[in-house]
T-cell receptor
Framework: EDQVTQSPEALRLQEGESSSLNCSYTVSGLRGLFWYRQDPGKGPEFLFT???AGEEKEKERLKATLTKKESFLHITAPKPEDSATYLC???????????FGIGTKLQVIP | DGGITQSPKYLFRKEGQNVTLSCEQN?????MYWYRQDPGQGLRLIYY???????QKGDIAEGYSVSREKKESFPLTVTSAQKNPTAFYLC?????????FGPGTRLTVL
């Protein structure tokens, strides 16, 4: 059974203080690993898909990386508007089901 | 304007009543999904459909039913058999590279 574990559960940063969120996963043949941002009371917003170990993707202050066992979401010089819950999910080969982690709630303080 | 719409945004139900949540998409995606989100838990898959007139149970299908008569629509019925239906419900569509989420419906049982 596919599993996704995210850490930490919550993270509080000062504005400009860079950090990383972790997503550890087990899956039978990785089709894709996804990162989403979710604001309170809203649906998740797609950020990145990573397909193979060594792959990296960037979007503004966010950079996602992937190894065979985990993915990191690096946040460089965060701003208060980056405050949200960040969700990680995996999809295995050969089927449509996507397994989600609980998420990391990020708070960036001015 | 392409995307996914869910209605209503808020829904209140009395115990013993069935309610239907709407999900419509104009992204021309074959696959559609229903998830449930509870505090402190990851998104849990209720049902998914890869093609019109076909759907499969997810991890927590008991007490729910769906139909897929049109590519654009995937309504979810929460039946009286669902013992703890109060939650945030999210509809998603996707191809193989990512899933796109609707804005969600918050269901509260009175």
């Amino acid at each position: 059974e596919d599993q996704v574990t995210q850490s930490p559960e919550a993270l509080r940063l000062q504005e400009g203080e860079s950090s990383s969120l972790n997503c550890s996963y087990t899956v039978s043949g990785l089709r894709g690993l996804f990162w989403y941002r979710q604001d309170p009371g809203k649906g998740p917003e797609f950020l990145f898909t990573l397909y193979s170990a060594g792959e990296e993707k960037e979007k503004e202050r966010l950079k996602a990386t992937l190894t065979k066992k985990e993915s990191f979401l690096h946040i460089t010089a965060p701003k208060p508007e980056d405050s949200a819950t960040y969700l990680c999910a995996v999809q295995g080969e050969g089927y449509q089901k996507v397994t989600f982690g609980i998420g990391t709630k990020l708070q960036v303080i001015p | 304007d392409g995307g996914i719409t869910q209605s209503p945004k808020y829904l209140f139900r009395k115990e013993g009543q069935n309610v239907t949540l709407s999900c419509e998409q104009n992204l021309n995606h074959d696959a559609m999904y229903w998830y449930r989100q509870d505090p402190g838990q990851g998104l849990r898959l209720i049902y998914y459909s890869q093609i019109v007139n076909d759907f499969q149970k997810g991890d927590i299908a008991e007490g729910y039913s769906v139909s897929r008569e049109k590519k654009e629509s995937f309504p979810l019925t929460v039946t009286s058999a669902q013992k703890n239906p109060t939650a945030f419900y999210l509809c998603a569509t996707g191809g193989y590279n990512e899933q796109f989420f609707g804005p969600g419906t918050r269901l509260t049982v009175l």
